[in-house]
């Protein structure tokens, strides 16, 4: 696995900020937030429920939940273009063929009343100009691609004929179709068996390399990013608190929050002991605290952490994290 | 697998039952839902009808009933030709609508107090009872739901309209039969899922039998559900029982009904039209008052009823 | 989906049977069937004549047996008041009442789903309320007196139309909008609920993740799937129609099943009511397995199991 660093940058997410407006106050579930994905690469974005992963996929497909979420400050580069300032036609000429996605849960993500041959198209017909290739031979080409057996007969199927794994397989097939340079990924194997999974993350895998788009995997689970990216940056309470390589992440983790993520990992080998947990709960993101979010629950906190946030610091290669007790390199 | 959640809490305690909820309900935990503000335009229209009803005797200038020949089919006091002695006009036979529009709330309110105490209980009693026993009895009673649902029981009113004979009883009957079903179909689905709970497995546990779980930890937790269903069924009530009165299978005449007021002014329409649409500005206002403070209601007590 | 099919027939014979047993009993067991059957100024004879044809003098089970060979042979009793056989009134008036209401119900879908989709799209908006208000205000009036009011205004105030019986076109517009108001108020809430909850899910982001327009997400996938639960109320809005076929044809003096229905019961006319109980049983019967079937075409769940 190495990472194809060499790539030109494809997204660049710079102190984006999408809140909820509600009538109890703000909620500020990304609250700047900075990254870039490079071509052919797979940035791991992790962090515990509710900290603002899925919502900062959301704001930069600008698909934000109905209800008070937006989008106020930061900007979303995608190839050289800051889609937060595109209409909303445009948006639509740049959702599906320049940035897509994959979402959670499969057994949702599949309109129960169309065949998926009928969900396929929609999508590969958007995109064509004039390829000469009937759309239904397009169709089977694609669900083959994402290694679903028998596809000419799949695709007059409806998504409850289908597994888990399968319906999975069906969306990667919708969202690749349109050979996007970015794929958000939002946990695309949670809510699949753990067999199924793997299977799952390889196709990924092999899709990236076939296609070389850059692949955001959003997820919660440490085990999989090792599979998985590249790079990691792992979120907590709307900020990305540590960012760089994976492998510097895991064997030098340089935040408290993510060194007690990684410690609360089970091993595969060593002692079967008790597991690692962080204690207390994150701050609410409605009154979040002037200093470092996790200080409440750091076992290292001091007053500097508490008076102010502690800005990024550049600990190495491509390795920053927003601590105070972190040397600079 | 580092999943980090938010400890959760179940409740292997049944929350207590306190009257005092009914009337003032505590906001649903978690409930991110912005409170409707209090229909207080409604619950005063509510209550004076209440109050119409309570102490008609007293407040109705005239009797209901007794005809005043001589003072037939005059129109409202603000119109011209009305008499300042009957402030919304007389009928064909000289009553004053006014009076028995006060005495019609009576009968209104009676029938609903009597036809959701009877349905209502019923499709409690039955919805309890097919959402914890389950299996065959659900089946079979859940079937009988059905059966009521895909046949308009205004038929059956009718039927025993006309083989029982008009009055109170078998209006109430007839009604009850509209009102059963849909009560035991909510109440069943809400069983369903507390019967998946914490405190009701704990109770099992502690070898208590199904007849006292279901009467200590089931129902308790239905009666908000109930309370809102009530509400949300005194409007159905009303237009059925004022719907058969006016195609004559209600409270025989001469008792006031709004419903017989409609149906007897509905001839006089061309030169009258007093006598049939005033009352029905009544039954409007009451079934539109009782819907918003039912709507208002169900958000309070049981936002997941919002299907209905 | 023939086992479907198969299953619905015979839920609804089942059905069939406990309405016409229910009917059945009622007529016996509540006072004396003869007088219930016959007019006032019937003769001895004619009192013996009937007990003798109908068993009277026999158990109840035996009278049944005789109830359910003749309703098989499509004979249902003789109406009091019309001295004809009350299978055959019926049938006179049924073609009245099947020209009346798919003009409701097409008026009822035709504002009441579009009217529910612009309210979920504009949840909240001034027209929601809007909407919003109609429905409550379509729900709270009887139709009985809705249909008086029209009356009063369009026919007797402004001159407009005809306030009764049947004729040409103009006669059908009061007893139609009668007749539709309560289920366009109903479409519209259904649908803007369904809309509502459908727009949230996965498959509406995925679609738009796709980058398909708006009106394909909205009035394609949307609409699509929140007609699944409009039509399960369709079994509630025929119950709705049957009733409201009574009292809007009692009101506008339309010759149907419907006045038919309320003049057996003004007559106290039993036999013509027996019949008329049980032939709209089998036609409400009939009208949910096509609703049934109908339904299996929309959701694709049902059809393949």
């Known amino acids: 696995m190495t990472p194809d660093t060499s790539g030109e940058t494809v997204l660049e997410v710079r102190d984006l900020h999408t809140h909820f407006f509600l009538r109890r106050g703000v909620v500020k579930a990304v609250d700047g937030v900075s990254f870039s994905l490079r071509r052919g690469e797979v940035l791991g974005l992790v962090g515990e429920s509710g900290c603002g992963k899925s919502l900062t996929a959301l704001s930069l497909m600008r698909l934000l939940p109905k209800g008070g979420a937006r989008t106020i400050k930061g900007e979303v580069r995608l190839g050289g273009r800051n889609i937060l300032e595109c209409t909303p036609a445009e948006m639509r000429e740049i959702r599906g063929r320049r940035i897509s996605m994959v979402l959670q849960d499969p057994q949702t993500s599949l309109n129960p009343v169309f065949t998926i041959g009928d969900q396929l198209r929609e999508a590969i017909v958007r995109r064509r100009r004039a390829s000469g290739v009937p759309v239904m031979e397009e169709a089977v080409a694609a669900l083959r691609r994402v290694e679903i057996a028998a596809p000419e007969q799949r695709i007059g199927q409806y998504p409850h004929q289908m597994s888990g794994g399968m319906k999975q397989r069906v969306v990667g097939a919708i969202a690749i179709s349109g050979e996007p340079g970015v794929l958000i990924a939002d946990e695309p194997t949670t809510a699949l068996d753990v067999t199924i999974q793997l299977q799952y993350l390889k196709l990924l895998k092999r899709l990236q390399a076939e296609t070389g788009m850059a692949i955001l995997f959003i997820t919660h689970d440490f085990g999989v990013v090792g599979r998985m990216c590249d790079r990691v940056a792992v979120m907590y309470a709307g900020r990305i608190v540590e960012c760089g390589p994976v492998q510097r992440i895991f064997e030098a983790p340089q935040h408290p929050y993510t060194r007690a993520l990684i410690a609360s990992v089970p091993k595969m080998t060593g002692s079967v002991g008790r597991l690692a947990t962080i204690e207390g709960q994150p701050p609410s993101l409605m009154d979040l605290p002037v200093g470092c979010r996790f200080a409440s629950r750091c076992a290292h906190v001091e007053q500097r952490c508490l008076d102010a946030y502690p800005g990024t610091v550049r600990v190495g290669e491509e390795h920053t994290a927003d601590c105070w007790k972190v040397m600079p390199s | ?308 | ?305």
Not at chain 2, 201 to 223: F, K
Request: charge should be positive; glycine fraction near 8%.
């Open chain 3, 1 to 305: 989906m023939k086992r479907y099919i198969a299953r619905r027939l015979m839920q609804g014979a089942v059905l069939l049977c406990m309405v016409a047993t229910i009917v059945f009993f009622l007529g016996r067991l509540t006072g004396n069937p003869v007088d219930l059957m016959l007019p006032e100024d019937a003769t001895p004879e004619d009192r013996a004549a009937l007990t003798q044809t109908l068993g009277l003098d026999g158990p109840v089970l035996d009278q049944f047996a005789i109830f359910v060979g003749k309703a098989i042979h499509g004979d249902l009793g003789m109406s009091i008041r019309m001295k004809q056989p009350a299978v055959e009134a019926f049938f006179d008036r049924l073609p009245n009442t099947l020209v009346l209401i798919p003009w409701a119900i097409l008026l009822g879908m035709l504002l009441g789903i579009p009217l529910g989709v612009v309210a979920a799209l504009h949840r909240g908006s001034f027209l929601d309320r809007a909407a919003g208000t109609v429905a409550v205000l379509g729900i709270a009036m009887p139709s009985f007196w809705l249909g008086i009011l029209l009356i009063f205004v369009f026919s007797v105030e402004l001159g407009w139309l005809p306030s009764g019986r049947m004729g040409g076109p103009a006669h059908y517009v009061l007893p139609v909008i009668t007749l539709a108001t309560f289920l366009v108020a109903g479409f519209m809430r259904i649908t803007r609920s369904a809309m509502l909850e459908v727009m949230e899910s996965e498959f509406v982001k995925l679609a738009r993740i796709k980058g398909l327009s708006e009106a394909v997400v909205i009035w394609k996938h949307c609409l699509r799937n929140a007609l699944i639960p409009v039509l399960t109320l369709w079994g509630v809005f025929v119950g709705n129609l049957i009733t409201g076929a009574i009292v809007t044809e009692t009101v506008f003096a339309w010759p149907g099943i419907g006045r038919l229905t309320y003049e057996a019961v003004i007559y106290r006319d039993f036999p013509l009511l027996q019949a008329v109980i049980i032939l709209k049983s089998i036609l409400i019967l009939s009208i949910n397995l096509g609703v049934d079937i109908l339904y299996a075409y929309v959701d694709p769940r049902i059809r393949v199991t």
């Open chain 2, 1 to 308: 697998m580092a999943v980090v959640e938010r400890p959760s809490s179940t409740d292997p305690v049944a929350p207590r039952l306190s009257l005092w909820r009914l009337v003032w309900p505590a906001r649903i935990p978690g409930g991110f839902r912005r409170t409707s503000r209090v229909p207080w335009i409604p619950i005063a229209i509510i209550s004076a009808i209440v109050v119409m009803a309570l102490f008609a005797p007293l407040l109705a200038p005239y009797s209901p009933i007794d005809q005043t020949l001589r003072d037939k089919l005059l129109p409202p006091a603000w119109m011209a030709g009305g008499s300042d002695k009957y402030f919304l006009g007389t009928d064909a036979f000289g009553r004053d609508i006014l009076s028995r529009l006060i005495y019609g709330a009576r009968v209104s309110l009676m029938v609903a107090l009597l036809a959701l105490t009877a349905g209502g209980g019923v499709g409690l009693a039955v919805g309890i009872v097919a959402g914890y026993v389950g299996g065959a009895v659900d089946s079979v009673l859940m079937r009988l739901v059905d059966a009521a649902f895909t046949f308009p029981a205004i038929l059956f009113a009718l039927l025993l309209a006309v083989t029982m004979g008009q009055g109170l009883g078998t209006l109430v009957t007839a009604i009850s039969l509209l009102l059963w079903a849909s009560f035991a179909r909510v109440i069943r689905g809400e069983v369903l899922s507390l019967r998946q709970r914490d405190f009701v497995a704990l109770a099992r546990v502690r070898g208590c039998s199904a007849p006292r779980i279901m009467l200590t930890h089931i129902l308790p937790n239905v009666l908000n559900t109930f309370m809102v269903l009530v509400t949300l069924n005194i409007g159905v009530v009303i237009i059925a029982e004022a719907t058969l009165s006016f195609l004559g299978a209600g409270i025989p005449p001469p008792t006031p009904t709004w419903g017989l007021m409609i149906s007897e002014g509905r001839g006089r329409i061309a030169d009258a039209w007093w006598v049939a649409l005033i009352p029905g500005i009544a039954i409007t206002l009451m079934v539109l008052s009782v819907n918003l403070f039912g709507d208002w209601l169900r958000d309070r007590l049981d936002p997941r009823l919002r299907q209905l």
